[in-house]
């Protein structure tokens, strides 16, 4: 799916929508959920109906308990560190421009 396209709402309602069916692949109900969570039910439900918004810390305790934190890896893949001598080091191997 493009969600660069998408509105703000309904990236919203995808990720409910998501949620909801990792949460029933998972045969949980909301209420089971909540308390794995401790995201009230009536939060969960809003959210899976991408009808209420939520705090970032919610979303990572149901994606906690919904066993999908290491999901978040695809949304922020390694990059490698260079560290500040390396990158002086990089500088100095780049070519040089002749002088006149």
């Known amino acids: 799916m493009n ?3 998408l509105l703000n709402e309904d990236i919203l309602q995808e990720l409910g929508k998501g949620l909801r069916q990792h949460r029933l ?3 949980l109900t ?3 959920l909540s308390d794995k969570s401790g ?3 009536r939060t969960i439900i809003g959210f899976e109906l991408g009808k209420k918004n939520i705090t ?13 934190l290491n999901n978040l890896d ?6 490698p560190v260079i ?3 390396e990158l002086i080091e990089l500088e100095k191997k ?3 421009r002749a002088s006149n």
């Open 3 to 5: 969600y660069n396209i």
């Open 25 to 27: 692949n998972s045969n």
């Open 30 to 32: 909301v209420k089971e």
């Open 39 to 41: 995201v009230s039910e």
């Open 56 to 68: 970032l810390m919610s979303f990572i305790e149901m994606l906690r308990a919904l066993r999908l």
């Open 74 to 79: 695809g949304l922020f893949p390694e990059i």
């Open 83 to 85: 560290s500040p001598l």
């Open 94 to 96: 780049k070519r040089k």
